[in-house]
């Protein structure tokens, strides 16, 4: 019953958004009011319904209902509940599910916006919001449907949504489980983010398509959507960073991230809006570069749904293959028509896209934002290019030819040098035209300050040149920042007689969003300190230890204490061994490296034991051990230096992009310097 | 340089040529950039069979390659103590369309294990044994071709394509509604 309730519920989005295009556009051509009222009624109903779909879903996995075909997939008995609620997208068809509700969630909240201006876009905001969404629930109804059920009949087991002829309910006693690598604090949070975030930049390209349609010129459509792409953004970001998380907390190699195929696909979307969002900001402060902003926008949409589909496919060999599909031809046929109708659009009105000013000097703020917009189109056109090049190679040579971490980290490291020396001339550079004295007097004292940021390391150690620039630029990076909020702050203790407190606090509020842009690129150097440390300075060993028995790995030293093998109640058979750690003869304490085997589905998981701070991470893992002798257990060790940064430096960008969104007052952007 | 401040009022359509011209380098140094990056790092991708043919008439010395394959579970071995892990991996055809007419991925890797004529190749790895290394898993492998015919890994990728989905669940139950 409940699952009739799903799936209808569904079956019923789907029928209220055809009708809400059809309304909307038929409204928009007729310049009825009425129809458009309609459409705008259908949009605000589309998250209320789907929520009722994937209540079902959850009542289904939470209750154990492993009749329904994806509840026994990926749910099981021993699991506790807030897994079995997160199972909801542990699997294709309940994961295409939640992102059709988020979706949804966006869609009704941009219908409950006031919309007492610019209603000339409404229509079309309904329109783009409504197709996406169909897609996705014409996926679910047709191809992927989370409420099939398994019957029975002469011929054995069938599955299918309704009763086949004949045939009779069947109650498998137990699921299959979640997949062990997903049961993690990490895996929890992680793909909803990463959803949020692509779902969320539905809202900007639906205002980008709008205006478009709607053949104005303005940059509405932009300040319309900021808000909602900030957020977008920052759940995408957010999404990534944890995704990275979970591969370091529980993958057991050591590392956060292995430019895995669907790493990449995820990575592309971001590279675009982050692109997006800049070009933006010339548009905003001079009207120039339109067309980039909406190719941008477009494009992102465009990667958003290729990384839902490339996710969600099993179509590359991956760490996130948790399915195989055949949704993949309809994805192709629904990018296509995507980037047939954008060219169109874009092509017919691309006269009145012209820009007001023209580039004036490259030194400008505007000058520097297009280099780095540039710079972050290079990466995607690497990437695309890498997922590319092995389709392509087996086409023409009939030879398939890989690329594979070495390629991305080549290409990735002078472009994240250049978006480094960006981020130091960013803060200082003004719109239109910057005066290299100016500058020049603005840099030395930060100058001289980084050169520090090439003293400590090399005191440390750190000696590789690639390394030694890189920490220089981050330094740079902070210094000017820092430089810049004290040169601001006594400007204003100045001319307003307050005190330095005051001073600093009018300041960062009079002008919210360039520091939250100051604060956000603090956290990107912070977390580019973390990258510099594990690629440059990652250090590992591994041996075999009895009891007692110790290994050493720099300053390090650890000692094999215990091991203990016993049966914890949700299904697995934990191994975790106790190991001491002590650096310089003093004892900084225990760390416990496990390995989870999971009955259920016969899978271990690798926990590596972690001791974190902010100078480096001592990170142990355990290898193998003798089961009934306990004789000896294997380990494999790894020193990752200033990883932890990495971490705090994402915590600064999302405060960056929360302080951004926070709403202020605020300030007319034109009359912003 | 300080010719900005005496810089003419420039026409409004159009962008000046030193603009064009230095965009154009930027973007030559990334095409350049990618192009080198891919020239010195790209591998060939190839089945067991392909491996081996190649490899007998010394086209893979000293060449970073991908192999995939099928993993023998009784191949398996580990030497705990120096962490050296051995397996052999059976030859799957690459082709999607050969793999459909073996009855999907699945299928092949099963066909490949229990095929006693299919070709083998012998893998070496320093390392953790990876958690989801079993029988009839699809291994992907980086690294090179000794010239005792074996294959010295230094990535190995693995997947079991039928252990999440799409099965039916072994024990049923079965009732009348």
Redesign the interface.
């Given at each position: 019953m409940v699952a009739e309730i799903g799936f209808g519920a569904i079956f019923i989005t789907l029928i209220f958004t055809l009708y809400g295009i059809g309304a909307a556009i038929y409204g928009d051509r007729t310049k009825s009011q009425r129809w458009i009222l309609s459409a705008h009624q259908v949009l605000k109903l589309v998250f209320p319904v789907m929520t009722i779909s994937v209540g079902s879903l959850l009542y289904l996995l939470a209750t154990d209902h492993?009749e329904v075909v994806y509840v026994?997939?990926?749910s099981s008995r021993s699991m506790p509940l807030y897994l079995k609620l997160t199972a909801l997208w542990g699997?294709?068809a309940g994961s295409l599910l939640f992102w059709s509700w988020l979706l949804a969630g966006f869609s009704s909240a941009v219908a409950f916006r006031k919309w007492d201006r610019d209603r000339d876009l409404l229509p079309w905001v309904i329109v783009v919001n409504l197709v996406t969404l169909a897609f996705f629930l014409v996926l679910n109804v047709f191809y992927e449907n989370p409420f099939t059920r398994?019957w029975?009949d002469a011929s054995g087991?069938l599955v299918s949504f309704s009763r086949p002829e004949g045939a009779?309910?069947?109650?498998?006693?137990?699921?299959?489980g979640l997949?062990p690598l997903l049961r993690h604090p990490g895996m929890i949070i992680h793909p909803p983010m990463q959803y949020l975030g692509f779902a969320g930049f539905i809202i900007p390209f639906s205002f980008a398509m709008a205006s478009l349609i709607k053949k104005r010129s303005d940059d509405r459509w932009i300040r319309l959507s900021r808000g909602w792409t900030l957020w977008a953004w920052m759940f995408l970001s957010l999404g990534l960073v944890l995704g990275a998380r979970w591969a370091y907390d529980v993958l057991?190699w050591g590392g956060y991230w292995g430019w895995d195929p669907v790493e990449i696909s995820a990575l592309m979307p971001w590279l675009t809006g982050t692109a997006y969002l800049h070009a933006v900001l010339i548009q905003e402060k001079r009207n120039m570069f339109k067309d980039w902003s909406l190719v941008l926008i477009i494009l992102t949409y465009l990667l958003v749904i290729y990384g839902t589909f490339i996710t969600r496919s099993?179509l590359l060999?991956?760490?996130h293959?948790?399915?195989?599909s055949r949704i993949g031809p309809i994805f192709l046929v629904f990018l296509t028509l995507t980037i047939l109708v954008s060219a169109w659009l874009l092509s017919s009105r691309w006269k009145i896209l012209?820009a007001?000013?023209?580039?004036?000097?490259?030194l400008s703020r505007e000058?520097l934002i297009?280099?780095g917009v540039?710079?972050f189109l290079?990466m995607l056109?690497?990437s695309f290019?890498g997922v590319l090049?092995?389709i392509l190679s087996e086409l023409v040579t009939g030879?398939?030819?890989?690329?594979?971490p070495?390629?991305y980290e080549?290409?990735a490291a002078?472009?994240m040098g250049g978006l480094l020396i960006l981020m130091v001339l960013c803060p200082l550079a003004v719109w239109s035209?910057v005066?290299?004295k100016h500058l020049g007097r603005l840099l030395w004292k930060p100058f001289l300050v980084s050169l520090a940021g090439i003293a400590l390391p090399l005191w440390g150690g750190y000696n590789r040149w690639p390394a030694v620039i890189a920490f220089w630029l981050v330094a740079f990076v902070l210094a000017v920042n820092f430089f810049e909020i004290i040169r601001r702050t006594r400007v204003r203790r100045k001319t307003e007689a307050e005190s330095w407190g005051t001073a600093l606090l009018h300041v960062l509020k009079r002008n919210q969003r360039s520091y939250s842009a100051m604060i956000v690129h603090i956290g990107v150097v912070l977390m580019a300190l973390g990258i510099i440390g594990i690629e440059f300075f990652q250090t590992e060993t591994?041996a075999?230890l009895a009891e007692g028995q110790q290994l050493s790995l720099g300053s390090y030293t650890m000692t094999y204490e215990d091991l203990a093998v016993f049966d914890a109640p949700d299904a697995r058979n934990v191994a975790r061994a106790v190991v001491s750690v002590e650096r310089d003869g003093r004892v900084l304490g225990e760390l416990y490296p496990r390995r989870d085997f999971y009955y259920d589905?016969?899978?271990?998981?690798?926990i590596p034991g972690v001791r974190s701070t902010l100078l480096d991470d001592f990170y142990v893992?355990l290898?193998?051990w003798?089961a009934v002798t306990s004789e000896?257990a294997?380990f494999?060790v790894y020193h990752n230096p200033l990883v932890k940064w990495l971490w705090v430096g994402s915590l600064v960008f999302i405060a960056g992009v929360v302080f951004a969104t926070w709403p202020g007052k605020k300030t007319n952007p034109r009359q912003e310097r | 340089?300080?010719e900005?401040?005496e810089?003419e009022p420039?026409?409004?359509?159009?962008?000046?040529l030193k603009?064009i011209v230095?965009?154009l380098v930027?973007?030559a140094g990334?095409i350049f950039?990618?192009a080198s990056?891919?020239k010195?790092?790209?591998?060939?991708?190839?089945t067991v069979d392909e491996a081996l043919a190649k490899s007998q008439v010394g086209e893979l010395e000293g060449r970073n390659i991908?192999v995939?394959g099928a993993v023998l579970g009784d191949s398996i071995e580990?030497d705990?103590?120096n962490?050296e892990l051995s397996f052999t991996i059976a030859q799957v055809p690459?082709d999607n369309q050969l793999l459909a007419e073996e009855g999907?991925?699945a299928q092949a890797l099963h066909n490949a294990v229990t095929d006693q004529n299919r070709s083998h190749l012998k893998v070496i790895y320093h390392?953790?044994?990876p958690?989801?290394l079993?029988d009839e898993a699809?291994a992907?492998l980086?690294g090179e071709m000794l010239p005792s015919g074996e294959f010295l890994a230094d990535?190995i990728?693995l997947?079991c394509?039928t252990?999440?989905?799409?099965?039916?669940?072994e024990?049923?139950?079965?009732?009348?509604?």
């Open positions: 492993f026994a997939d990926v699997g294709q398994y029975q087991i009779i309910s069947v109650f498998p006693r137990d699921g299959g997949n057991g099993g060999s991956s760490v293959s948790f399915a195989q012209r007001d000013h023209v580039l004036e000097q490259v000058g297009i280099i540039v710079l290079g056109v690497a290019w090049f092995p030879q398939k030819v890989t690329v594979g070495p390629f080549r290409v002078p472009i035209i005066s290299y591994q075999t589905s016969g899978q271990p998981v690798t893992i290898v193998d003798k000896g294997t494999k | 340089m300080s900005y401040q810089m420039t026409s409004r359509k159009r962008t000046p603009f230095g965009g930027i973007v990334i950039l990618i990056s891919l010195s790092t790209a591998q060939y991708f190839l991908r995939s580990y705990i103590d962490l690459a999907g991925l390392g953790p044994i958690d989801l079993k699809q992907i980086t990535e990728l997947k394509p252990k999440y989905e799409g099965a039916v669940p024990q049923i139950d079965l009732e009348q509604e």
